[in-house]
């Protein structure tokens, strides 16, 4: 099993595999399974969450995430992740 053939719709993938895979990638469990099923073309809410507003440019860059293929997405995610390890140890020296 490729993650290509999957994509490519050659390949089903199991609920416990996905499951899997969601944790690896540490993602949503179930948006990760819509996803990868083709019930949602996203991973993400689709809302903020409730008592929460979206500001504009919170707005904006999901809506780019959202129109990027998922390998991007990865990056993306792998790239916030790093900026915000690079923030905390910026806050602990002042």
Do not use: C
């Not at 991973?43 to 390998?71: F, N, Q, T």
């Amino acid at each position: 099993m490729s993650v290509s053939n999957i994509e490519a719709g050659k390949e089903s993938l199991a609920p416990a595999r996905a499951y899997a895979w969601a944790e690896i990638l540490e993602v949503r469990r179930d948006a990760f399974y819509l996803f990868v099923t083709g019930h949602s073309d996203h991973m993400g809410p689709s809302e903020p969450p409730e008592g929460e507003e979206l500001l504009a440019d919170e707005a904006e860059v999901l809506a780019l995430y959202r129109k990027l293929p998922p390998g991007y997405q990865r990056q993306v995610r792998d790239l916030a992740q790093a900026l915000g390890t690079l923030a905390r140890g910026e806050r602990r020296k002042r």
